[in-house]
């Protein structure tokens, strides 16, 4: 589903909530939520939906339920919401601490009551995520239990004291208050890489630019900070609060400090900024001013100073553009390329490689399509060759286990495999002298099971499975470079949550890949006794859907082309699958694995 249907579907999902007997936390079909009619909204910030205030004389239980109302649906200050508090508990509340987000139709039940002071106890729900304030949002998996503690004063209505940190939203309310979008950012000095956020579903699209303009000058998340930079000025900000859109063009008003910038780190700002606002409905380019006058950015239109939004150089794109779609594969340990036909066969590789010379078992290819790696020797041998000649050069030997190779947009070819009986992790760097080894002793890969990695196309990110127990986990580590290829680090591990109760549980993990910017698809299954089959993940695990069955009950490997989010499915007996958009559809057989450049 994509993100304008799943915008959708929550539309009609919360609609359908404020007029039937069902809802969050049992909210009546008459009362406190109303759908206003006819009238502007009196927020132009926020969808027309009203809460109304305390209701004088309620009970403990109702006051409870009329603020779980009051947090899930969004409101610029929460000023209603803090009307359920007591003075020094709205005092102390803030709604930007975070969000929690539970499905279900939680209970409130009122267990206690004194003159002054009274508990209600909130479960039956299930909290299934949350927002932390840089907004990121991680999938959890959770009973929600909560207790309130009322109280009143000299006879007066009840309050809470002691409300839970930041909102409680509703699912249902999330899918429709809150919108994804990307803060884009720099890596190794050369691309963008996207960072994922929500923020809420605002309508005009002004606002919403101006909001992602604040969120991209306070930087990146937590956990993407020591792997990406920014061209912007760490002290920059908004000379002029509101980003304003006029005939698509975004008007960004910036303080003086970028002045300075030599023309390189402009472009690499324009290409933030203008990545970032292009999420924006109807914006089609970017103007940034400083002191009221516009600021002149490499490649921007030279009467305007505009910056369109095509203007940026494809070669910062999160993804990068491969020289070449081909696709190449392994056949009975020779090396070949598939031609491009409606009838696909294969033609072998210049040199050795394409005789079957070196019985290749994994396989990968630059995104220049200039060069290849592989592992050979049941997978104890690392060879990189250029895929003109197909002539080797030993990289690695005397290790078990290796896994597929990949190749970074930077040319670097990274593997994991086994040495001195522990599992390790080598990167390659091109020199003038054919590679560099460098082993990489990282926590995420260091006395771990790792069963298959993917780095992002960025080059920032990786992917990886750990078997655990029996059962396969997924998540992503960051890749930090500092310049110097002896002192990359990848580390904090993220776990991303694939078995999550209210959705088909994914415990067994064959293969990953990242199938564009921000998502992966992934081979899985709830359990080994059924058929693994593709899922489409996003990085935070916010929404995990089925991606299509192939005809396959052993699917073993994928190969992706993010650009075109093509995918090929590799099956242990030597069938393929082949992905065009809606189906999977039988390709080439006999075929050990598959690579695209990239």
């Not at 839970?164 to 809150?178: C, D, I, K, Q, T």
């Not at 023309?263 to 002191?291: F, H």
Request: overall charge neutral; glycine content about 8%.
């Amino acid at each position: 589903m994509s993100r304008a249907q799943r915008h959708i579907a929550g539309i009609f999902i919360l609609l359908v909530s404020l007029v039937g007997t069902a809802g969050c936390v049992s909210i009546p079909t008459t009362g406190p939520i109303e759908k206003v009619e006819g009238q502007q909204p009196p927020c132009q910030n926020c969808v027309n939906v009203q809460v109304a205030p305390p209701a004088p004389g309620a009970e403990p239980k109702e006051i409870v339920e009329g603020y779980l109302r009051a947090t899930s649906n969004y409101r610029p200050n929460y000023s209603v919401a803090r009307q359920f508090l007591t003075p020094m508990a709205a005092e102390k509340w803030s709604p930007d601490i975070g969000v929690s987000i539970y499905r279900g139709s939680p209970k409130a039940t009122q267990v206690d009551q004194a003159a002054v002071t009274s508990t209600v106890n909130l479960d039956k729900g299930w909290l299934v995520g949350s927002l932390s304030p840089d907004r990121t949002y991680a999938a959890g998996d959770r009973e929600l239990k909560i207790n309130f503690h009322l109280s009143r004063e000299n006879g007066g209505e009840w309050r809470i004291e002691n409300p839970p940190p930041g909102l409680m939203v509703a699912e249902v309310s999330f899918n429709f208050f809150y919108q994804p979008y990307n803060l884009y950012f720099v890596g190794n000095g050369k691309s963008l890489v996207p960072d994922p956020i929500y923020l809420p579903a605002l309508i005009n699209p002004a606002n919403v630019a101006s909001a992602l303009m604040k969120a991209l000058l306070k930087g990146p998340s937590g956990w993407l900070k020591p792997a990406v930079s920014s061209a912007i000025p760490p002290n920059t900000s908004l000379s002029v609060e509101s980003v304003t859109i006029t005939d698509g063009i975004a008007e960004v008003s910036l303080s003086d400090s970028v002045l300075a910038l030599p023309d390189p780190q402009r472009s690499l700002l324009a290409a933030q900024v203008v990545y970032t606002l292009r999420q924006v409905g109807g914006v089609k380019g970017v103007l940034i001013k400083v002191n009221q006058q516009p600021y002149r950015v490499p490649g921007s239109d030279p009467h305007t100073l505009a910056i369109l939004t095509d203007a940026i150089p494809r070669d910062v794109d999160p993804i990068p553009s491969v020289a070449d779609k081909q696709l190449y594969a392994v056949q009975d340990g020779a090396i070949k390329k598939i031609n491009k036909s409606d009838s696909p066969g294969l033609s072998a590789l210049n040199g050795p490689l394409g005789h079957g010379a070196y019985l290749a078992d994994a396989l990968a290819v630059s995104v220049t399509n200039a060069d290849l790696a592989f592992t050979a020797n049941g997978r104890k041998t690392l060879y990189g060759a250029p895929t003109a000649t197909g002539q080797p050069a030993l990289l690695l030997k005397g290790a078990t286990d290796l896994l597929r190779p990949q190749f970074t947009r930077y040319g670097e070819i990274w593997d994991i495999g086994r040495q001195g009986g522990k599992q390790r992790l080598w990167m390659f760097a091109a020199d003038e002298k054919g590679y560099k080894k460098v082993e990489i002793d990282s926590p995420v890969v260091r006395d771990q099971n790792v069963t298959a990695f993917k780095i992002s196309p960025d080059g920032t990110r990786m992917a990886l499975v750990r078997s655990t127990r029996g059962a396969s986990e997924l998540g992503l580590a960051r890749i930090i470079r500092s310049g110097d290829v002896n002192k990359i680090t990848v580390d904090n591990w993220r776990r991303l949550n694939t078995t999550q109760t209210m959705m088909l549980p994914i415990r067994i993990i064959k293969d990953v890949a990242w199938i564009d910017a921000t998502e992966l698809l992934l081979l899985g299954a709830p359990d080994p006794d059924t058929a693994v089959a593709p899922f489409r993940v996003v990085e935070d695990a916010s929404r995990i859907t089925p991606q299509g069955e192939p005809e396959t009950r052993d699917a073993a490997a994928l190969a992706v082309l993010p650009g075109t989010q093509t995918a090929v499915i590799v099956g242990r007996d030597g069938r393929t699958w082949k992905y065009d958009g809606n189906q999977w559809t039988h390709f080439v057989d006999k075929i050990r694995a598959i690579a695209y450049p990239g």
